[in-house]
């Protein structure tokens, strides 16, 4: 199944005795179980150049860790090429079941470009403490009704780009979770999927005060995405901060809910007797230059969980409509705090400073 030819290669380039190393994957086809590449390496930079197709089995007995693909404590790697990397995780779907094809622990200063990603069983990417990431120019796709197949999650790392890149999933395109700061998403078009998520933060069975800053998503079109479009989402009752994000020049097209604040996330009702306590607090959040539709009729959804968990959210030249005819596009919101300027629908009712 090719992973001891992998291994060996990868533990060439690893201990070569240069500050750079590259391992070529050929244009063919490669069935390949469950693998770790695994540092640190003595290459200060690592370039692994995939022209051909990587492939997962369909043999979910295989598969008794949470990954595929691991690439771990490896500083400088640069995974990149004109090939395929497919999970083959169809097989998955149906009962939820199923492992990340492609994760990255503890890569700092890691690259990913050019490279199609397609039908894992769960995630297609996940970073996880990979300070200064580019994801750059990738395809990621699976169908719309693939569950949990999000594109990226990003999460305990700073200083991530992800630009130029065309991702539909199942699930959110890009998902950025506690500890994460400094994260630029540029000329993304995500589409099917649930949008581009922040969150969710601030479980308070976990007791961890999450934090999430300096996020800033712009340039981006957001075509079909059967729930959400750009989205903060924390836990009713949980602990943390969201700031200093940004929204600029967006667009929608047929998006279920363009723009959602949700601070009662509670999936399952596990935290119903939570209302009214702690909050993971919002504050200074733009939407700028903004247009497109929804598929319904409430295009922003601003529900904040108390009086004071958001503030100063700003919305500037935003214009959202829905695409049935039927229908009157409004805002839903509770406890917003904020400031609207040249926005329709109008936010008048929601306004309390």
């Known amino acids: 199944m090719y992973v001891q030819a992998f291994l060996k290669a990868w533990n060439e380039a690893c201990n070569v005795q240069q500050q750079r190393a590259t391992l070529n994957v050929p244009a063919r086809t490669f069935l390949l179980n469950p693998i770790e590449f695994s ?26 860790n949470n990954h595929w693909i691991l690439f771990s404590y490896v500083k400088g790697l640069t995974l990149t090429g004109s090939g395929t990397i497919d999970g083959q995780g169809a097989g998955s779907w149906q009962d939820r079941t199923g492992v990340a094809a492609l994760k990255f622990y503890t890569c700092p200063n890691l690259v990913l470009q050019g490279l199609t990603h397609i039908n894992p069983q769960k995630a297609h990417i996940i970073l996880t403490k990979c300070d200064g990431a ?5 395809t990621i796709t699976a169908p719309e009704d693939a569950p949990n197949t999000d594109g990226i999650d990003i999460a305990s790392s700073n200083h991530v780009q992800v630009q130029n890149s065309k991702i539909g999933t199942g699930d959110d395109c890009i998902a950025i979770s506690a500890r994460c700061s400094f994260i630029n998403i540029t000329g993304v078009t995500c589409g099917p ?23 800033h998503v712009r340039s981006c079109n957001f075509t079909g995405t059967n729930t959400t479009g750009i ?31 949700d601070q009662f996330y509670c999936p399952h009702n596990v935290c119903k007797n939570n209302t009214g306590t702690s909050a993971v607090a919002i504050s200074d959040v733009s ?51 904020g400031i609207a300027s040249n926005v329709e629908p109008s936010l008048d009712q929601c306004l309390n400073s």
């Open 231 to 261: 989205r903060i989402k924390t836990w009713q009752g949980g602990q943390g901060e969201v700031k200093k994000i940004t929204y600029e020049d967006i667009m929608f097209d047929n998006v279920r809910y363009p723009i959602v604040i």
């Open 134 to 138: 580019n994801i750059n120019s990738i």
């Open 193 to 215: 999927g649930h949008g581009i998520s922040i969150g969710s933060l601030g479980d308070p069975g976990s007791g961890d005060f999450d934090t999430v800053s300096e996020v």
């Open 287 to 337: 939407y700028t230059g903004i247009i497109g539709t929804s598929s319904g009729d409430e295009v922003m959804s601003l529900n904040c969980g108390t009086e004071s968990s958001c503030n100063n959210i700003v919305l500037d030249d935003v214009h959202l409509k829905t695409s049935d005819p039927t229908k009157t596009a409004f805002v839903r919101c509770v406890n917003f705090n």
């Open 39 to 64: 540092g640190p390496c003595v290459p200060t930079s690592i370039e692994f150049q995939v022209a051909g197709k990587i492939i997962a089995s369909t043999n979910k007995s295989l598969f008794d």
